[in-house]
Structures are given as structure tokens and as C-alpha cells.
């Protein structure tokens, strides 16, 4: 390394350091990326073998490659909500054309292509699923249709009841109602798990998924057969994932772990700060572990007494927004504006902000150091100056 490089590290380093350790632990209305999309890669899964038994094993096949504007959560994506929560409604809408927070140029409507009424027991595009199904040594629990309890096996596709409360480490995932062609190397769907409902998650660059649920305190007392006690959370998947598996013991079961892309929208991450609620980017857009991923260091709260709405907007330039509104409607068509009007905030510090890094080539081949990758974005010295500056800043402020 050359001393100029050198000299680069220890600021982009100190810079990282003080951007994430010492802005942490503030509560926003909303967390927003900015900078979102890539071109990199990922290996999606070609054979599953022997799954049933101890020799069960999976293959990667060759790189596919993504580019543009959110990728790769531009493809198809399932929704995953974790206990405790109950879900009273769930909305999925596209727009031609979205931008947050300018009025001007995002002059399209949401249009709504999926929906869940639990009150009135409509499931329009949708499809609840969850992993109860066979048991695999590699690839866990194999996907079924969830029962109207969210978390048993039916044989068909079922409404969740209007009490749909699934409490700590149980969870249920939503795909569309469009069926996969059959699985297969070149099919659409790629390779995926025999005997599951195989259907496609929710598809475009410009999306947006909204959810009205509860996430009340767990009731059940703590204990180690819990993994997850009360930390509810509400994710996206690259639907590949859950078709094949969600949570294999042998990461090339799964495309996960090659970077096809996890979004989590509100996520409890530790009992310590069970009422904190953290959106995390799982994709390698200029990090390297892919298991911390790209977070926000602030969170939204999360209300264990009152319904909350909210969702997630993926914009037109590669903008996102986790957001929390209790004015938040799921009509059929929503205007622009309107949307824009919820995330009206009156003051600036109410906007968590974190810009991702400009990753130049395939990212998930490389195998270099953070700092390293930091280097290659193209940016220069000044740039991790100013995040010193800022992360100083905010520390003095606070
Ligand atoms: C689009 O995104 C870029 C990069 O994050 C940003 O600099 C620019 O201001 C955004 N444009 C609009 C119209 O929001
Ligand atoms: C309203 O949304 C539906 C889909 O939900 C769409 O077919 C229709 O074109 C939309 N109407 C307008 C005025 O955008
Ligand atoms: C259901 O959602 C899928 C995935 O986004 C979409 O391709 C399909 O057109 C939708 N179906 C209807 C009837 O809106
Ligand atoms: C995953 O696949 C790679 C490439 O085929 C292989 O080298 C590796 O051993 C596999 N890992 C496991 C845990 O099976
Ligand atoms: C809990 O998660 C938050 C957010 O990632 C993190 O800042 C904090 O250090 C974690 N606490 C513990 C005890 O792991
Ligand atoms: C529950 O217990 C686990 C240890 O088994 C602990 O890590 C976790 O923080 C506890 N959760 C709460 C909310 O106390
Ligand atoms: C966009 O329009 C809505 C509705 O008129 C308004 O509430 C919101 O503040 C506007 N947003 C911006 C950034 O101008």
C-alpha cells in the first residue's frame, strides 16, 4: 500500500468509525438510504441433492448479474414479518415514476397490485406462506401455504384470519398470486425447492410496501428456546431465497449469502433495545460483510400499545425511505404528492440519512479490506474529511 493510500485508510476508517459509532442511538421518523442500486453479481442455486438426507448438499451455478437504479432489490422480492406482530393490512404499489420529497418531477400515481384486509378478509395477489413444511439437514424447514394462523401447514392457499398474532420466533411470509413457471437453471423463477408453492414475490424499481400491524410486547417469559424473544421484525427477501431456503446450514442453499439482496424495513436487533426499530441493507454495495450489512444507525420507535403504519418506498433514484405514518392510507391509487405528504417532517433532524457508497465493478467478487473497498469508490480524501467533520459534529451536538 503507498503511504497516500495509506493516509486514505486511516481517515476513511476513522471517518466509518465515528459515522457509525457516535451517531448511534437516536430515534427519527424516518430512515433514509440514498445512492441505492449497483452493478455486481450473485450465484444463484442450480441443483439441490439429497435433500432429505445427512448428504443433502446444493451447487451455485454460474454468476448472474444485475445494474441500475436499487439493485438488486429491483427484482422480485417476498415480504417476511417475525413475531411478536399482528397484521391488519398489507399494500403493495408501483408508480411509473416516483421521487421522494419533489413534488415537481414525481408526477405518476401508486398504483396498488396487492393487498391484505384482515378485517374484512380480502387477499387480493397474495399469498401466505410459511416454513413449515418438510425438514432438510441442509435446507431447513421447507416452504408451505401458512394456515389462517400464519404459522401451520394448509393444503391451499388461505387467508390469515382477522387475528393473525404470531408471538416471538414464529413468522410468515407473503408472495404475489402469480405461479412460477417450473424450477429450472433458465426458468424464471431459477432452481427452487421440490413440493413448495413456488410463486413470485413483488416486482419493480419503484415500489412501495405498506403494512398496518401491531408489535405488542411478547407476554411469554424469556428463555433460551428462544432466538428471537420479542424482537418482531418486517423484511424483503430476493424471493429466490425463501423458494430454495431461508435459513440453510449450508450457505450455497441459498443465494443470500452470494449478495442477491435482503432489505429489513423494521427490525428489532438485540433484546437490549427491543423498542428500537432499524432498517439494514444486506447487499454489497461497497461493504464486505454482508451479515452486518449497510444499517441505519438511528431508529424508529417502536409502539408496543398502538397500531402502526407504515412501509418502505424504494424511488425512481435509487432513494429509499422506511417511514412510520398514522395518516397513512391504503386506497387503491395514491397520488404522488400525497405520498410525498406523508413524509412531510417539520424538522430536518427528523430524516435519518446514509448515502451508500458508489461501488465501481462487481464488488462480490472482490476480496479486499473495507477500508480498501472505501478507496475504490472514487471518492478522495476530502470526502472522509467531511465525514469526520459531520460524525464529530453530530457527537458535539448530542
Ligand atoms: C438523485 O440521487 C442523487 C444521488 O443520491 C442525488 O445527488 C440527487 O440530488 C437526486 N436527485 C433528486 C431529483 O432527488
Ligand atoms: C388505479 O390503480 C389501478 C391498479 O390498482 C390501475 O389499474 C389504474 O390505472 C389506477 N388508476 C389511475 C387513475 O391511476
Ligand atoms: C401481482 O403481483 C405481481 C408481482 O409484482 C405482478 O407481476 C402481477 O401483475 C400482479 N397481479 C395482478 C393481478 O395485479
Ligand atoms: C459450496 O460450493 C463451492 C463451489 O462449488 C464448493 O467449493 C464449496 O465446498 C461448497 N460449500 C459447501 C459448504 O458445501
Ligand atoms: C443492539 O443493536 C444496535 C443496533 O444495531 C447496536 O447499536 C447495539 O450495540 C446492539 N446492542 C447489543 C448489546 O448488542
Ligand atoms: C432474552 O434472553 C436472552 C438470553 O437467553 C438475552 O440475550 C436477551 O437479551 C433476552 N431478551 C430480553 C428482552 O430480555
Ligand atoms: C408535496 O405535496 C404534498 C401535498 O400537497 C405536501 O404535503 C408536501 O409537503 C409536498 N412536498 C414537497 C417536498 O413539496
Redesign the pocket.
Known sequence: MSGLKMIYSIFAVLGLFLDTVLATAQAYKQLEFSNVGFTGSFTPVQKISDETSSKCTCEPGDREYFSGTNAPLSEYLSVHLRGPLKLSQFGFYVADKFIINDNSSSLGTWDRVAYYNAEKQTADNVTFTTNAGTDSPCLGKALCYAANDGVSKADSSTVLKSDNYISSDEEFSIFSSTECPKSGKNKKCGVYRKGIPAYYGFYGTTKMFLFEFEMPRETKK???S?SY??MPAIWLLNDHIPRTSQYPTNGNCSCWSSGCGEYDIFEVM???E?DRLYSTFHTFQGIENLNVGIQSYGYIERDTENTMRGGVIFDSNGSTISFISSSLSFDQNLTASSVNGLLYVSDEDQVYNRKLLSVAGSASSSKQSDAFSLLTDGRGLWYYLLTIFTGLAHFIMV
Open positions: 424469556n428463555s433460551s428462544f424473544y420479542d438485540n433484546g437490549t427491543r
